[in-house]
Nanobody, 113 residues
Framework: QVQLVESGGGLVQPGGSLRLSCAAP????????MCWYRQAPGKEREFVAG???????NYLDSVKDRFTISRDNVKNTMYLQMNSLKPEDTAVYYC???????WGQGTQVTVSS
């Protein structure tokens, strides 16, 4: 049962920006570290960024200076601001609630000229 809903994916040119959103039920959002993962064609799913309930963050090295994860504890929504996008960022991006191990359905991000 999918309880996390991602949005904001799309097609963008290299160097462009996108902002992904993940909406969660309040009971899940307030007790979980929230994370973004991604899976490119033919590759394993990989961790991109995470944010704790208190706001501590960590990132995949290759996105550290380009992506920013945040959470709005009033709207029960997590965000991923992605800047300076590269073709290698192309993937399906998934939202994850770590403690409950809940996943969204994914949103496609394609970086191409």
């Amino acid at each position: 049962q999918v309880q996390l809903v991602e949005s904001g994916g799309g097609l963008v040119q290299p160097g462009g920006s996108l902002r992904l959103s993940c909406a969660a039920p309040v009971r899940i959002f307030r007790r979980n570290t929230m994370c973004w993962y991604r899976q490119a064609p033919g590759k394993e799913r990989e961790f991109v960024a995470g944010i704790s309930i208190g706001g501590s963050t960590n990132y995949l090295d290759s996105v550290k200076d380009r992506f920013t994860i945040s959470r709005d504890n009033v709207k029960n929504t997590m965000y991923l601001q992605m800047n300076s996008l590269k073709p290698e960022d192309t993937a399906v991006y998934y939202c994850n609630a770590q403690y409950d191990n809940s996943w969204g359905q994914g949103t496609q991000v394609t970086v191409s000229s």
